[in-house]
T-cell receptor, first 110, second 113 residues
Framework: KNEVEQSPQNLTAQEGEFITINCSYS?????LHWLQQHPGGGIVSLFM???GKKKHGRLIATINIQEKHSSLHITASHPRDSAVYIC????????????FGPGTRLSVLP | NAGVTQTPKFQVLKTGQSMTLQCAQD?????MYWYRQDPGMGLRLIYY???????DKGEVPNGYNVSRLNKREFSLRLESAAPSQTSVYFC????????????FGNGTRLTVT
């Protein structure tokens, strides 16, 4: 069974700060997903990565498959980045399913 | 381009009542999922459907049933609601295996009193 952990659980930052959210998982995987859940509740997919690094605007995701670890970085953070960030790794028990981390709640203060 | 449409957005039920949550996607995805999200816990899988005509139990299926009516629609039914089913429910879809993005509906906030 794949367990997914995230740190920190909660994070408060000042606008402009560089943010790092960490994700670790217990079982070897082929791809990992980062999701963003807005304060209103909707969930959107940010990244899907299987190696190296991906960048989208101010967001950067990295993964180290050997160490079973991924990070999500936000450069020049802004209050609109305030959300819950969730990582998800493939599960092994229920077909093509995912195991989700508990999420990191980020608040960026102006 | 609606993506994943989930209804209703909010619902309050009394213990013992029944209801069906509807989910439809217009992206021709094969896989569809129903999750519940509870405070302090990650999304947990209730049921999934890997393709039209198939459904399977997930991690927390008790008290729920599903129907994959066609490729587009995947509904979740609570036959006799219980307070423990108070949660936020999300439908999601994916075109194929793990290396493709997940698409979520906007969620249904259900309260059972």
């Amino acid at each position: 069974k794949n367990e997914v952990e995230q740190s920190p659980q909660n994070l408060t930052a000042q606008e402009g700060e560089f943010i790092t959210i960490n994700c670790s998982y217990s079982v070897g995987i082929s791809a990992l997903h980062w999701l963003q859940q807005h304060p209103g509740g909707g969930i959107v997919s940010l990244f899907m990565l299987s190696s190296g690094k991906k960048k989208h605007g101010r967001l950067i995701a990295t993964i180290n498959i050997q160490e079973k670890h991924s990070s999500l970085h936000i450069t020049a953070s802004h209050p609109r980045d305030s959300a819950v960030y969730i990582c998800a790794a493939p599960g092994r028990n229920y077909g093509q399913n995912f195991v989700f981390g508990p999420g990191t709640r980020l608040s960026v203060l102006p | 381009n609606a993506g994943v449409t989930q209804t209703p957005k909010f619902q309050v039920l009394k213990t013992g009542q029944s209801m069906t949550l509807q989910c439809a996607q217009d992206m021709n995805h094969n896989s569809m999922y129903w999750y519940r999200q509870d405070p302090g816990m990650g999304l947990r899988l209730i049921y999934y459907s890997a393709s039209e005509g198939t459904t399977d139990k997930g991690e927390v299926p008790n008290g729920y049933n599903v129907s994959r009516l066609n490729k587009r629609e995947f509904s979740l039914r609570l036959e006799s609601a219980a307070p423990s089913q108070t949660s936020v429910y999300f439908c999601a879809s994916m075109p194929g295996p793990y290396n493709s993005p997940l698409h979520f509906g906007n969620g249904t906030r259900l309260t059972v009193t």
